[in-house]
């Protein structure tokens, strides 16, 4: 593939719905003929303003490799995106990202995202459960799955005896458990929400963000959050 080549299926990838064939089409190629010369602009999109641009970098990156198969600067990826992750707040920039920290490029796709405690009980939440089911059967991912699928993956997982549900039972307008004026932004509304359920339900924020707005939040604390990956 020649530079002109490159350039043209890298414009290709901003081109009409970002879930288009069209665009997708252009992904799936730069990411099967892999080599320093789309990786290097891959990863400068990754820190561009344009959530797109972040994006495809990210989605780009998952997958990049040789035509033989082999999976290319899956180190320098894995970092880029990992320091992504704490400061994006973009759903669609971080379906990327989270599809490179689950795929076979990832070093660390077989180690857990906590390490295990012999007292430590689950939670989850709507919000959670609705999140995890349309990042998980978006058509893109390298494992295809339908949202019947994952959902009957998550009910399975969800009926284990740690488990148990948070109920959506606060709300932002109880001035009790919310500090509004400390949120810091639009940004951090759902944030500060789940760690409000946290600290309600007496449990933990499992979390790859560093900068979640724990002052929002009345009677939070540090022993609410656990930062994924920093255990």
């Not at 665009?23 to 999109?45: K, Q, Y």
């Not at 929002?216 to 604390?221: I, K, S």
């Amino acid at each position: 593939m020649d530079t002109e080549e490159v350039s043209s299926l890298f414009v290709q990838t901003l081109t009409g719905d970002p879930e288009s064939e069209e665009a997708w089409s252009a992904i799936r190629a730069l990411r099967l003929d892999g080599n320093r010369e789309i990786f290097e602009p891959a990863a400068a999109w990754c820190v561009s303003e344009e959530p797109l641009k972040r994006a495809r970098g990210a989605s780009i990156l998952c997958q990049l490799r040789r035509t033989s198969g082999e999976f290319l600067y899956c180190d320098e990826s894995y970092a880029l995106i990992s320091n992504m992750l704490p400061n994006e707040h973009d759903p669609y920039v971080l379906d990327a990202c989270i599809a490179l920290r689950s795929s076979s490029c990832s070093p660390r796709r077989r180690a857990p995202l906590v390490r295990p405690e012999s007292a430590v009980r689950l939670g989850h939440r709507p919000i959670t459960v609705n999140g995890c089911i349309r990042v998980l059967s978006n058509p893109y991912l390298t494992v295809k799955a339908t949202p019947l699928e994952v959902a009957g993956r998550l009910r399975s997982l969800c009926s284990a005896a740690d488990h148990h549900f948070w109920a959506a039972s606060i709300a932002l307008t109880d001035d009790a458990l919310f500090r509004l004026s400390l949120i810091g932004g639009h940004q951090k509304i759902t944030d500060a929400y789940l760690l409000a359920l946290a600290v309600r339900n007496h449990g933990r924020l499992a979390t790859f963000d560093q900068n979640i707005p724990m002052k929002a939040v009345q009677g939070a604390g540090p022993g609410n959050i656990t930062l994924i990956g920093r255990i």
